[in-house]
């Protein structure tokens, strides 16, 4: 089971930016894709962004054009950015992963979750 930890959460103003990070424990990182989820009170767990080991991406229609989402193989980590953020993209954040199919449908590993707050 690979071990995931998330940082780079909270509070910002409507329109501004924050960039996650998830760090991997997984010794074959550069061999799995990777992805954020993310979570809202009373609403169920969404994919935000997925990308492969090649570096295709995947985003969910409400994220794009707004938020971008990376890795670094060497660091064993996946990032983030998140521009021009929404009272709606207030939610807990989450990283994943796996095989692609999984991790785009059916993630089985979670990080701990950074808490990511888009308020006035």
């Known amino acids: 089971q690979v071990q995931l930890v998330e940082s780079g959460g909270g509070l910002v103003q409507p329109g501004g930016s924050l960039r996650l990070s998830c760090s991997a424990s997984?010794?074959?990182?550069?061999?799995?894709?990777m992805a954020w989820y993310r979570q809202a009170p009373g609403k169920q767990r969404e994919l935000v962004a997925a990308?492969?080991?090649?570096?295709?991406?995947n985003y969910a229609d409400s994220v794009k054009g707004r938020f971008t989402i990376s890795r670094a193989n060497v660091k064993n980590t996946v990032y983030l950015q998140m521009n021009s953020l929404k009272p709606e993209d207030t939610a807990v954040y989450y990283c994943?992963?796996?095989?692609?199919?999984?991790?785009?449908?059916?993630?089985?590993?979670w990080g701990q979750g950074t808490q990511v707050t888009v308020s006035s």
């Open positions: 994943t992963a796996g095989p692609w199919v999984v991790v785009t449908t059916g993630p089985r590993d």
């Open positions: 997984e010794s074959s990182f550069s061999v799995v894709a």
């Open positions: 990308i492969s080991r090649g570096g295709t991406t």
